[in-house]
Protein backbone atom coordinates (compact mmCIF):
# COMPACT_ATOMS: atom_id res chain seq x y z
CA UNK A 1 0.00 0.00 0.00
CA UNK A 2 1.18 3.30 -0.66
CA UNK A 3 1.81 6.16 1.60
CA UNK A 4 -0.53 8.21 -0.30
CA UNK A 5 -3.70 5.54 0.07
CA UNK A 6 -2.54 4.80 3.59
CA UNK A 7 -3.25 8.85 4.21
CA UNK A 8 -6.75 8.32 1.82
CA UNK A 9 -8.00 5.44 4.23
CA UNK A 10 -6.56 7.11 7.55
CA UNK A 11 -8.74 10.55 6.78
CA UNK A 12 -11.66 8.24 5.29
CA UNK A 13 -11.73 6.56 8.47
CA UNK A 14 -11.31 9.32 10.68
CA UNK A 15 -14.11 11.22 8.56
CA UNK A 16 -16.68 7.97 8.81
CA UNK A 17 -15.63 8.16 12.87
CA UNK A 18 -16.31 12.14 13.11
CA UNK A 19 -20.14 11.45 10.99
CA UNK A 20 -21.08 8.48 13.28
CA UNK A 21 -19.96 10.44 16.51
CA UNK A 22 -22.26 13.16 15.35
CA UNK A 23 -25.09 11.20 14.49
CA UNK A 24 -24.95 9.33 17.93
CA UNK A 25 -24.57 12.54 19.65
CA UNK A 26 -27.84 13.75 17.58
CA UNK A 27 -29.80 10.71 18.67
CA UNK A 28 -28.68 11.16 22.32
CA UNK A 29 -29.76 14.76 22.13
CA UNK A 30 -32.89 14.14 20.73
CA UNK A 31 -33.78 11.03 22.98
CA UNK A 32 -32.82 13.54 25.76
CA UNK A 33 -34.93 15.81 24.68
CA UNK A 34 -37.92 13.72 24.03
CA UNK A 35 -37.44 12.05 27.59
CA UNK A 36 -40.42 12.82 29.94
CA UNK A 37 -37.49 12.07 32.55
CA UNK A 38 -35.69 14.91 31.48
CA UNK A 39 -38.60 17.27 31.50
CA UNK A 40 -39.39 15.98 34.74
CA UNK A 41 -36.41 16.93 35.82
CA UNK A 42 -35.98 19.98 34.81
CA UNK A 43 -39.61 20.95 36.07
CA UNK A 44 -38.68 19.93 39.24
CA UNK A 45 -35.27 21.71 39.26
CA UNK A 46 -37.27 25.23 38.55
CA UNK A 47 -39.47 24.36 40.91
CA UNK A 48 -37.10 23.52 43.58
CA UNK A 49 -35.67 27.11 42.51
CA UNK A 50 -38.70 28.83 42.71
CA UNK A 51 -39.32 27.21 46.77
CA UNK A 52 -35.28 28.15 47.84
CA UNK A 53 -35.92 31.63 46.40
CA UNK A 54 -39.18 31.92 48.52
CA UNK A 55 -37.56 30.42 51.57
CA UNK A 56 -34.61 32.94 51.32
CA UNK A 57 -36.73 35.62 51.12
CA UNK A 58 -38.64 35.02 54.24
CA UNK A 59 -35.29 34.08 56.22
CA UNK A 60 -34.13 37.37 55.19
CA UNK A 61 -37.63 39.01 56.19
CA UNK A 62 -37.45 37.22 59.54
CA UNK A 63 -33.96 38.34 60.09
CA UNK A 64 -35.15 41.67 59.30
CA UNK A 65 -32.52 42.05 55.95
CA UNK A 66 -33.05 43.51 52.94
CA UNK A 67 -33.26 41.89 49.57
CA UNK A 68 -31.35 42.64 46.78
CA UNK A 69 -34.53 43.90 45.14
CA UNK A 70 -35.05 46.11 48.38
CA UNK A 71 -31.71 47.30 48.16
CA UNK A 72 -31.89 47.94 44.55
CA UNK A 73 -35.30 49.82 44.85
CA UNK A 74 -34.02 51.68 47.55
CA UNK A 75 -31.15 53.14 45.28
CA UNK A 76 -33.49 54.03 42.56
CA UNK A 77 -35.20 56.34 45.23
CA UNK A 78 -32.03 57.58 46.78
CA UNK A 79 -30.97 58.68 43.74
CA UNK A 80 -34.07 60.54 42.68
CA UNK A 81 -34.18 62.60 45.81
CA UNK A 82 -30.53 62.89 45.36
CA UNK A 83 -31.49 64.54 41.49
CA UNK A 84 -34.18 66.51 43.11
CA UNK A 85 -31.99 68.02 45.86
CA UNK A 86 -29.75 69.12 43.18
CA UNK A 87 -32.59 70.50 41.41
CA UNK A 88 -33.47 72.88 44.76
CA UNK A 89 -29.57 73.47 45.03
CA UNK A 90 -29.84 74.93 41.83
CA UNK A 91 -32.75 76.75 42.67
CA UNK A 92 -31.26 78.10 45.71
CA UNK A 93 -28.05 79.60 44.21
CA UNK A 94 -30.28 81.01 41.63
CA UNK A 95 -32.40 82.89 43.89
CA UNK A 96 -29.55 84.21 45.86
CA UNK A 97 -27.63 85.55 43.21
CA UNK A 98 -30.67 87.17 42.95
CA UNK A 99 -30.99 88.34 45.89
CA UNK A 100 -27.62 89.07 46.08
CA UNK A 101 -27.92 91.91 43.08
CA UNK A 102 -30.98 93.22 44.88
CA UNK A 103 -29.28 94.17 48.02
CA UNK A 104 -26.60 95.72 45.47
CA UNK A 105 -29.11 97.97 43.73
CA UNK A 106 -30.84 98.69 47.71
CA UNK A 107 -27.30 99.95 48.60
CA UNK A 108 -26.71 102.01 45.50
CA UNK A 109 -30.34 103.85 45.75
CA UNK A 110 -29.42 104.31 49.41
CA UNK A 111 -26.30 105.95 48.65
CA UNK A 112 -27.51 108.30 45.40
CA UNK A 113 -30.63 108.76 48.27
CA UNK A 114 -28.14 109.83 50.76
CA UNK A 115 -26.14 111.72 48.31
CA UNK A 116 -29.00 113.81 47.47
CA UNK A 117 -29.85 114.98 50.25
CA UNK A 118 -26.17 115.63 51.09
CA UNK A 119 -26.54 118.28 48.45
Request: aromatic share 2%; no cysteine.
Amino acid sequence: MSRVSAESEYQDDQDSLRARSEQAIGDLAQALLDSNVLENAVHAAFGAREKALEAQQAAMAALNLPSAGDVERLERRLRGVSQRLDEVEDELDRVAREVSGLRRELAAERRRAAESEDT
